[in-house]
């Protein structure tokens, strides 16, 4: 079972601590193709969390549910307009069946990194796989893993230097672990928020569709489709399931 990083105190602040996705120019492109992805049929997000996405899905008229594993997530996405018409089943994505098919399953946000071993992303990936009707897509929006940045014999890199946030990624490129630390600034002083993830390459991702059955679609760098290169520090991948 994932543990829960996201509790009521994490949950109370998530969407301030995360206002630059709400932004339209970085919301609106990817419900534009998830929305285009889903060609009218119903989604399930996995890790839906406080409804930034799915209730902007919804709004136009795509059908959608979530997989949640915190309930305080799930109790912020109550509290907004459409939020309690969502069905929300709380659970890991992992593991946690609910009922239907669906045209699309989706992960964005680097969220498929909240699994830490190997083991539950490839679970993750089979989860999506019998959630889809045939031709469906499952699509994951993720970094790129970092490891250029990363100096030899050093462990850490600063990700962001501000006056009132730092932000340090610690690696250990043997288990190929992750943990995301966060130094803000409070009126009573600094506050370490961290996070541990496991960082997953591309091409592992896409052996994990493999194994879950599904095929490669296509790979962009964004959400508004450009090109993936060298350079992409992310990348948002599509993996079809084949016809029946």
Sequence with gaps: MTDDY??????????????AMFAPQVLEPAVDRLEALANGGPALEFAIGTGR??????????????????PAMVGQLRTKPGGADVVVTLGDMATTRVDGTFA???????????????????????????????????VVEVNVPQLRRLPPGDRANVFAAGGEHWGIDEFDVVEQKLVSHHF??????????WVPFRYVWPSELDLMARIAGLRLRERRGDWHGAPF????????????KPEA
């Design 6 to 19: 996201f509790g009521p105190d994490v949950a109370a602040r998530y969407d301030d601590s995360s206002a």
């Design 53 to 70: 996405v799915a209730l902007a899905l919804a709004a136009r008229g795509v059908p959608v549910k979530g997989i949640e594993l915190s």
């Design 104 to 138: 699309l399953v989706y992960l964005v946000f680097n969220t498929v990194m909240n699994l830490t071993t190997q083991e539950a992303q490839v679970d993750c990936f089979i989860n999506a796989a019998a959630h889809l009707d045939p031709g469906g897509s499952f």
């Design 184 to 193: 803000i600034a409070t009126e009573a002083g600094f506050r370490h928020d």
């Design 229 to 240: 290169t060298a350079e992409s520090t992310r990348h948002v991948a599509v993996w079809a």
